[in-house]
């Protein structure tokens, strides 16, 4: 993956280099090749300057000659110039036998001898190659006295020209081996990355369930990417934990009621023959002990189902939900002698998650009946703050000890032997409360009885649910 990486990444800068540099250097190559006529141009001048007074006089004199050979040595430019006639008077040349020739014929020097600049290209029949060739008139007060031609190899000045795209082509290979490179520690930053998370899920896979990726290097996607896999990881930790807890609570919790469930519906069958009210009675316990059994499991179901709840919270009425499950529980609560009352507010918006609060307080309603004695009083209370809305079920029973208190969220705990229910009930409650992103809580009351509570965030009447 790396080299693939690396490979687009430079591949893709190339591609840009050659779409922009492409025509960029065709106009460069151009600009110089223009750049070096213009200067051609002007050193045809210069000499055509030194030539002017020889042409007038009709002799070319020592000065403007060193002059010609100065410039070819310099340069390695031919020149060649002419009378107006057309005839050469002076050349470059090594072979002199040209002196005295005509030009006239030669397009260049025709347009030159007509007072106009003539410049360009053209293969040379007697040099046999392309020449780059600047040709100027020698202009007297009021008549055209003659032409300078200056001529190089065209070979010469596309050398130039090229030697001026070296430093274009140097910094595109420059640039594609720094995109390689930046390629390179990119590619190499994001397959690091990518190779620890893949460690780290086999690691998970293995059985390491407590393995994370840390401190993870790269792009804010990279970082976001090894957040979201640690919360995921997390997430299934706790899936697995919840599983084998369940699995482990079941076993243990099950053993009992069906072992005792067996020795009664034995002793049932050895009592049929022989006695059938000892059978019906033993068949009366077995059928007590499966409805134990029966809560005991809905018990473990309700716990796995609170442990695996979604983290999300919607927006609840709590003194809404309050006065629904006093409603409800208020006719078993007359069969046991107990009056519920509720206190609060008509309306006490705050998130849980979702049929947490109903939970919650069927629990404490549940347990606090059990516990309360005849003709005392159940109050459910929500009390609203600007931060939280507390749910209270205060009952009047027995209490409980300091050391009771701490255990009392505890899987199957029960505060004697012979106390009914499962001892999860207020498990359920401090799970659910947890899941809402709260916490649940007991304190005594002054005189008698227990106070239990869950402090929910407080949310706005207005804010969408």
Same mark, same amino acid.
């Given at each position: 993956?790396?080299?693939?990486?690396?490979?687009?990444?430079?591949g893709?800068?190339?591609?840009?280099?050659?779409?922009?540099?492409?025509?960029?250097?065709?106009?460069?190559?151009?600009?110089?090749?223009?750049? #070096?006529?213009? *200067?051609?141009?002007?050193?045809?001048f210069?000499?055509a300057?030194?030539?002017?007074d020889?042409?007038?006089?009709g002799?070319?004199?020592?000065?403007a000659?060193?002059?010609?050979?100065?410039?070819?040595?310099?340069?390695?430019?031919?020149?060649?110039?002419?009378?107006a006639?057309?005839?050469?008077?002076?050349?470059?040349?090594?072979?002199?036998?040209?002196? *005295?020739?005509?030009?006239?014929?030669r397009?260049e020097? &025709?347009?030159a001898?007509?007072?106009?600049?003539?410049?360009?290209?053209?293969?040379?029949?007697?040099?046999?190659?392309?020449?780059?060739f600047?040709?100027?008139p020698?202009?007297?007060?009021?008549?055209?006295?003659?032409?300078?031609?200056?001529?190089?190899?065209?070979s010469?000045? !596309?050398?130039?020209? %090229?030697?001026?795209?070296?430093?274009? +082509?140097?910094?595109?290979?420059?640039?594609?081996?720094?995109?390689?490179? +930046?390629?390179?520690?990119?590619?190499?930053?994001v397959?690091?990355?990518?190779?620890?998370?893949?460690?780290?899920?086999?690691?998970?896979a293995?059985?390491?369930?407590?393995?994370?990726?840390?401190?993870?290097?790269?792009?804010?996607?990279?970082?976001?990417l090894?957040?979201?896999?640690?919360?995921?990881?997390?997430?299934?930790?706790?899936?697995?934990?919840?599983?084998?807890?369940?699995?482990?609570?079941?076993?243990?919790?099950?053993?009992?009621?069906?072992?005792?469930?067996?020795?009664?519906?034995?002793? !049932?069958?050895?009592?049929?023959?022989?006695?059938?009210?000892?059978?019906?009675? %033993?068949?009366?316990?077995?059928? &007590?002990?499966?409805?134990?059994?029966? &809560?005991?499991?809905?018990?473990?179901?309700?716990?796995?189902?609170?442990?695996?709840?979604?983290?999300?919270?919607?927006?609840?009425?709590?003194?809404?939900?309050?006065v629904?499950?006093?409603?409800?529980?208020e006719? #078993?609560?007359?069969?046991?002698?107990?009056?519920?009352?509720?206190? *609060?507010?008509? =309306?006490?918006?705050?998130?849980?998650?979702e049929?947490?609060?109903?939970? +919650?307080?069927?629990?404490? #309603?549940?347990?606090?009946?059990? &516990?309360?004695?005849?003709?005392s009083?159940?109050?459910?209370?929500?009390?609203?703050?600007?931060?939280?809305v507390?749910? =209270?079920?205060?009952?009047?029973?027995? *209490?409980?000890?300091?050391?009771?208190?701490?255990?009392?969220?505890? %899987?199957?705990? %029960?505060?004697?032997?012979?106390?009914?229910?499962?001892?999860?009930?207020?498990?359920?409650?401090?799970?659910?409360?947890?899941?809402?992103?709260?916490?649940?809580?007991?304190?005594?009351?002054?005189?008698?009885g227990?106070?239990?509570?869950?402090?929910?965030?407080?949310?706005?009447?207005?804010?969408? +649910?």
């Amino acid at each position: 993956m790396r080299r693939r990486l690396v490979y687009a990444f430079t591949g893709f800068t190339l591609l840009v280099l050659l779409v922009q540099n492409v025509p960029f250097a065709l106009f460069l190559y151009q600009v110089e090749r223009d750049r #070096l006529t213009t *200067g051609l141009q002007r050193d045809a001048f210069l000499l055509a300057g030194r030539f002017e007074d020889d042409l007038i006089d009709g002799v070319v004199d020592e000065p403007a000659l060193r002059a010609m050979v100065a410039y070819t040595d310099s340069t390695g430019g031919r020149v060649v110039v002419v009378d107006a006639s057309g005839r050469a008077v002076a050349t470059s040349d090594t072979d002199q036998s040209k002196i *005295g020739a005509t030009y006239a014929t030669r397009p260049e020097f &025709a347009t030159a001898l007509r007072g106009s600049i003539s410049s360009g290209e053209r293969y040379s029949e007697t040099l046999q190659q392309d020449l780059v060739f600047v040709a100027v008139p020698v202009v007297g007060a009021e008549h055209v006295l003659g032409a300078v031609r200056i001529s190089h190899p065209a070979s010469e000045f !596309a050398a130039a020209a %090229r030697e001026q795209l070296k430093g274009l +082509i140097g910094v595109s290979v420059i640039t594609v081996l720094l995109a390689g490179g +930046i390629a390179a520690l990119l590619a190499t930053g994001v397959t690091r990355s990518l190779r620890r998370l893949r460690e780290v899920t086999e690691a998970i896979a293995a059985g390491a369930l407590d393995t994370r990726v840390e401190n993870l290097p790269g792009t804010p996607e990279i970082r976001s990417l090894s957040h979201s896999f640690n919360v995921m990881a997390d997430r299934l930790t706790r899936l697995i934990e919840t599983q084998r807890n369940f699995a482990s609570d079941a076993s243990h919790q099950l053993r009992t009621p069906l072992t005792a469930l067996r020795i009664r519906l034995e002793n !049932a069958r050895d009592a049929i023959a022989d006695d059938p009210a000892i059978a019906v009675e %033993r068949i009366a316990d077995a059928e &007590a002990e499966l409805a134990r059994l029966n &809560a005991l499991v809905e018990g473990l179901l309700s716990l796995s189902r609170a442990e695996l709840a979604q983290a999300k919270t919607t927006q609840q009425d709590i003194a809404v939900i309050a006065v629904d499950r006093v409603e409800q529980w208020e006719p #078993l609560a007359k069969e046991s002698g107990v009056d519920i009352t509720y206190e *609060g507010p008509q =309306h006490a918006f705050a998130f849980a998650v979702e049929t947490a609060a109903e939970q +919650i307080i069927d629990n404490c #309603l549940d347990n606090a009946i059990a &516990a309360s004695p005849t003709g005392s009083t159940i109050t459910v209370k929500v009390h609203v703050t600007a931060e939280r809305v507390t749910a =209270h079920v205060l009952d009047e029973g027995r *209490g409980m000890t300091d050391e009771q208190i701490d255990r009392a969220f505890d %899987r199957f705990w %029960r505060g004697t032997t012979n106390s009914p229910g499962t001892g999860l009930g207020l498990a359920i409650v401090d799970q659910l409360a947890r899941a809402s992103g709260t916490r649940a809580h007991i304190k005594r009351r002054p005189n008698t009885g227990l106070d239990v509570y869950v402090d929910f965030n407080a949310a706005s009447a207005n804010e969408p +649910i």
